[in-house]
């Protein structure tokens, strides 16, 4: 039997289920209706990933740099790197780069670091007792922590994977924007979501495991820099 839904990001079980969504009635959080869409795990793992153009090489190195001006160690992991900008850009800036994607194609736009990303589920990795725990300076979640099945299992697996004094990075786009973009944008995201959050609940989560919030921006998404506690 599976386990009763909950809340990811205030484990509460009382929820309200108006398919294809369902919402806490204790933080008003949205995510998928349960069971989560059998389709998104497929949809992400067979995507095309297409090579960073010159535009997205370019915010890949600024990201780099802000992260940079926020640990003074070099070892980063990407939680769905996808086109790998981000750890390639941080690798010409000699950090220590490390990630896992669910799409097989990602490692075609990363072949130099091939040995240091996989492909699987974040969610699926013994992060507590695997060989790098407590081991980088900052843990990224570009796009991706919505994609997770349990928003709060994957900062658990960040927390573990952080250094003392470390930061999580987290950048989304809260559901008040989405639709402010329009019904068709929030029609063709649905599939490849679970969590709809707002700027709340990403504060809540962040905060309900050890994270200190230093940043929180807004942009193409909202921008959030959390430090361990």
Known sequence: MPDAPRCPICDSHDLRTEPPFA???ACECVQQSW???ARRRDILSRQAIAAPN???IESAR???DMLQSHVHGRRIYEVGFGDGAVLSAAALKSWQVAGIELAQASLACVPDLAATVEIGDFLSRDHEHGDDAGSYDVVLFSYSLEQMDDANAAMEGA???LSHGGIVYVELVPLSD???RGPERARNELPQRVL???AEH?????WRHGLTIEDETTGVGWRWIARSR
């Open 62 to 64: 600024r990201i780099v």
């Open 54 to 56: 010159s535009e997205r």
């Open 159 to 161: 927390a573990e994977l």
């Open 196 to 198: 709809f959050p707002e």
């Open 202 to 206: 990403v504060r809540e989560l962040l």
């Open 23 to 25: 919402s806490c009635l």
């Open 178 to 180: 989405l639709n402010g």
């Open 35 to 37: 069971p989560f869409d």
